[in-house]
């Protein structure tokens, strides 16, 4: 077994194990800016270290987290102890990882959709952050839901994309986190939602076999089967649940050990119930779990403010999300568990 196959391995046990996810911190800088603008926070560099800070030096967290994705400017920053975070992730058993891809352009010539960038260089870029601790890595394809979109030509070249860059990653031993999001803003039903899941995950399966991308070292990060949020038609858990679940059965190979979801929007108590439903169905041959921001997240940066006098606050309230949704990746959770848990 060659090196790169070995890291793959290792870090792929790592992070499908049941009951853990995955914490997406990767949020660029305009993305945090405006969340933190949207509380009052002020977006410099150290506050957004201090946050950072405050997720990932939280009590326990381990045992409901196997890895952290991280933007670069907290992979090259330090703890307020000097510590690198890649090396504060590893001392508690959490993996490093990085997002990659360099953010969405438009797609020219079509009805405003758009690709990812970020393939140019990033050989290199791998390698230096493979060399500062991250072991895995995402890059994130973005689709929109109208009545002409996504075209044939924008789902083709988001999964060209996501495979090159999922090549490119296991070359260098890195698991790549496949991510194409269907964005829930619009007025979509359900039933369309699942139609165009199924045809943009078809493609992208169809890439990665074509870019000879081996499944059993990739993590596929999609979003839920669902309603837009415009759609006056809510569909329930189960109901989530279940579409989500065909269309993966449909279009994702056995041979992929996990697939670990984006909340998307969803509100908190959503997504855990969602993913939830998903594990109460039998016979599922992947591990079905999280790699939320927003949905691990939004509770507990309510709860900080940016001040250093809440950081235990939003700790508590932050591990009990990540348990939740740990609970919810064993079809373990009940929305009765609400109750206790929800922030002051
Ligand atoms: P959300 O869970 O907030 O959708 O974020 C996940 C993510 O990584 C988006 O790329």
Known sequence: MNN??????????????KGKGILAADESIGTIT???????????????????EMLMTTPHLSDYVG???????????????????????KSNNILAGIKVDKGLIPLLNTKDEQS?????????????????????????????????????????????GLAQYAAICQANGIVPIVEPEILIDSDHTIERCAEVTEQVLHAVFHALYKHKVKLEYIILKPS????????????????????????????VPAAVPTINFLSGGQS?????????????????????SFSYARALQDYSMKTWKGDSKNVAAAQKIFLQRAHLNSLAST?????????ETSPA
């Open 67 to 89: 890895g952290v994705i991280l933007f670069e400017e907290t992979l090259n920053q330090t703890t307020s102890t000097g510590q690198k975070f890649a090396d504060l992730l």
């Open 268 to 288: 908190c108590e959503e997504a855990t119930a969602n993913l939830n439903a998903m594990n109460l169905l039998p016979g599922n041959p992947w591990n079905l």
């Open 224 to 251: 839920m089967v669902i309603n837009g949020k415009k759609c006056s038609a809510k569909a329930t858990a189960e109901q989530v649940g279940k579409e989500t679940v065909k269309i993966l059965r449909r279009t």
């Open 331 to 339: 079809g373990k959770y009940t929305p009765a568990l609400e109750k």
């Open 34 to 52: 405006k969340r933190f603008e949207a509380l009052g926070i002020p977006s410099t560099e150290d506050t957004r270290r201090a946050y950072r």
């Open 4 to 17: 790169q196959i070995k890291d793959l391995e290792t870090t792929i046990n790592h992070l499908a194990k």
């Open 116 to 160: 990812t960038q970020g393939l140019d260089g990033l050989d290199e870029r791998l390698k230096e952050y493979k060399a500062k601790g991250a072991s895995f890595a995402k890059w994130r394809a973005v689709y929109s839901i109208t009545e002409n979109t996504p075209s044939t030509f924008a789902i083709k070249m988001n999964a060209s």
